[in-house]
Each structure stands twice: as C-alpha cells, then as structure tokens.
C-alpha cells in the first residue's frame, strides 16, 4: 500500500511540474509576442511620425530590419509567431486609421477589418459595406471620412487575400460575392 501511494504522490508530484512548466512556457509566448508587438507598435509610430526624407527612411529600415529578426527569431515557434503576427496586423491597422481621426466611425472601422478572415459571405457582406461606404464618402465630399474608409479598405483586402492565398476554392466564392461590388466601384471611378 505505501509503494502505490508513494508511486502516486510521484505520478502527481510529476503532472504538477509539466503543468506548472507548461503553464511558465505559455505565458513566456505572450509576453514574448507582447513584447514584440509593442516594440513593433513603437516603430510603426516612430515611422508614421518621421518627417519626410531621410528620417523617414532611416524609420522605415529600422522597421523593415527588426521585422527580419522577429522572423528569423520567431518563425519556427508558430504559436508565438502567430501571436506576433495578428498583433502586428492589429497595430498596422490602427495606425492607418487612427491618424486620419478617431471616434465611433474609426472604431466601426476597425471592427470591420477581422471579417476579411471569416467565413465566404461574412468577408465579401463587409468588403461590400466598405465600398459603399467610400462611394458615400466621395459623392458626399467627406475627404477626411474617405481616406479612413480606403485606409481600412486597404488592410481589408491585404487581410482578405491573405485568408485565401493557398485555397482556391475561398477566393472563387468570395470573388463571386464581390464582383458587383467591384463592378460598382469601378463604374463610380469611371463617371
């Protein structure tokens, strides 16, 4: 009786300590991915912020170089790359709305851009909305709303051919989906 009680004190002893390893483990990944991210947010700034010319190259580089170590660093860990990977895209996206103006029309817009990834219809309903919205905006001359709408259009499409860059099958229903939409917005520009 004591050696089944002792082997199972052990046994216990043993998933204790891969939890508590495992558990350490975890949360190394998010505050390494939170660390990344907010490095990354800060150059992203540093960038959007530069004046003109060389400064804003020089920005641009130590950007561009520390995203090449997060890569080299980060690439083989997928979880932790992934974490890094949607909080950059987070990042890049507010950043291109936010300087333009803020409030509840931002905030639409942001909640907007994770549908790119969701499923055929969700994705090609929100990519329709924002083609709408911008042919709104430039009918009504609202400069300052146009650019937050194309802003976001913009990282909306990136986020969107990313979603089905390696499946066919989700490009060609999406694509059928938009193609009034973008039969529209071409048929706009052309007026």
Do not use: W
């Not at 690439?75 to 409030?103: H, R, W």
């Not at 390696?166 to 938009?178: A, G, K, M, P, Y």
């Amino acid at each position: 009786m004591h050696t089944k009680m002792a082997k199972h004190n052990s046994l216990v002893l043993t998933m204790a300590a891969a939890l508590f390893v495992l558990t350490v483990s975890c949360g190394n990944h998010s505050n390494d991915a939170q660390a990344v991210i907010s490095k990354y947010c800060d150059l992203n700034t540093k960038e959007q912020e530069a004046p003109t010319g060389a400064a804003k190259q020089a920005a641009a580089a130590e950007k561009k170089a520390y995203e090449k170590e997060v890569d080299d660093r980060y690439f083989k860990d997928n979880k932790t790359y992934q974490l890094i990977l949607e909080g950059m895209k987070k990042c890049d996206a507010a950043q291109a709305v936010a300087p333009v103006g803020s409030g509840e029309a931002t905030d639409a817009l942001l909640a907007m851009i994770p549908l790119a990834t969701s499923d055929a219809v969700a994705a090609a309903n929100a990519y329709c909305a924002l083609v709408d919205q911008s042919i709104t905006a430039a009918q009504n001359g609202a400069e300052a709303e146009l650019k937050k709408i194309v802003a976001a259009k913009t990282i909306y499409e990136k986020n969107m051919d990313e979603s089905f860059k390696d499946n066919t099958e989700r490009r060609d229903s999406i694509f059928s989906l938009v193609k009034p939409c973008m039969e529209k917005e071409v048929a706009f520009r052309s007026r």
